[in-house]
Nanobody, 124 residues
Framework: QVQVVESGGGLVQAGGSLRLSCAASGRTFSNYVMGWFRQTPGKEREFVAGISRSGIVSYYADSVKGRFTISRDNAKNTGYLQMNSLKPEDTAVYYC?????????????????WGQGTQVTVSA
């Protein structure tokens, strides 16, 4: 099993940037696909970005393409989500998740391990 813990959330003005981190412990992080999801009250949890075990393949929700970058440093057992050009609609609790699947997936149910979430608030 693997445990993941997010950090780096906060309050930022529209147009600003934040970088979220996902620190993993337990089994080797490189064994897991990593994804980022976000959720606001009353809304479904939304896929944001995913990255393959090697870090070679990644993909994004259309709403964040060109603004967010997912990455991972397996030597540090850490994943990242760089968020640029933030918009108020990006406001949410952001979750890091790890999946036993062999390939990148955008399906929440495919992720086996979840962090506690970190709040990102973007003011207009």
């Amino acid at each position: 099993q693997v445990q993941v813990v997010e950090s780096g959330g906060g309050l930022v003005q529209a147009g600003g940037s934040l970088r979220l981190s996902c620190a993993a412990s337990g089994r080797t992080f490189s064994n897991y696909v990593m994804g980022w999801f976000r959720q606001t009250p009353g809304k479904e949890r939304e896929f944001v970005a995913g990255i393959s075990r090697s870090g070679i393949v990644s993909y994004y929700a259309d709403s964040v393409k060109g603004r967010f970058t997912i990455s991972r440093d397996n030597a540090k057992n850490t994943g990242y989500l760089q968020m640029n050009s933030l918009k108020p609609e990006d406001t949410a609790v952001y979750y890091c998740a790890a999946s036993n699947r062999a390939y990148v997936t955008k399906i929440s149910a495919d992720y086996n391990y979840w962090g506690q979430g970190t709040q990102v608030t973007v003011s207009a």
